[in-house]
């Protein structure tokens, strides 16, 4: 299965436009917040199913602010992350991940790209196609799980 990841997109349809350009074909989308928005557009442009949530610059009721999925056999966590302190490091989302049963972990909020292994849980964030930060480039990702159940998450440069 693969899977297209974007978050803090920030209300820029032109950027969607060139993410799933860029990403090819993806059987599923994650949006991890920030214009929320944008993920029913990448839904409603591609006819993928999505799954979405809040970001801190959302100020709604009228979507999550964490959704579970389970795709491909792997439970995913999705968070924007401001929640969770991640502009001071991970380990609050590898812990709350280890509570969920989550085996892949998926935020946003910081727009620099993560992807990295701990305790068996991969902890992934997209970056930003639009507004990078920390010296980083525009990005989104795409999480590849596998038949074999192995999982590979992968940071695209736009």
């Known amino acids: 299965m ?3 990841v974007v978050s803090d997109t920030h209300g820029d349809v ?7 350009a860029a990403a090819g074909p993806v059987d599923h989308w994650l949006h991890a917040g920030d214009y929320y928005q944008d993920g029913w557009r990448l839904a409603e442009i591609t006819g993928l199913p999505l799954t979405g949530v809040a970001g801190n610059c959302d100020r709604t009721n009228a979507v999550r602010a964490d959704e579970y999925v389970e795709l491909a056999g792997k439970t995913i966590w999705l968070t924007h992350g401001h929640r969770h302190n991640v502009k001071y490091g991970i380990s609050e989302l ?8 989550a085996s892949i ?8 790209p993560c992807n990295s292994w701990h305790d068996g849980i991969l902890v992934f964030n997209p970056g930003s196609p639009g507004a990078p930060r920390g010296g980083s480039a525009r990005s989104y990702g795409i999480l590849e799980i596998r038949e ?7 940071i695209m440069e736009l």
């Open 2 to 4: 693969r899977i297209g």
């Open 14 to 20: 032109g950027i969607l436009k060139q993410v799933i």
């Open 105 to 112: 972990v998926v935020f946003g909020h910081t727009h620099v």
């Open 94 to 101: 590898v812990w709350w991940g280890r509570q969920y049963g």
């Open 148 to 154: 074999d159940g192995t999982v590979e998450g992968i």
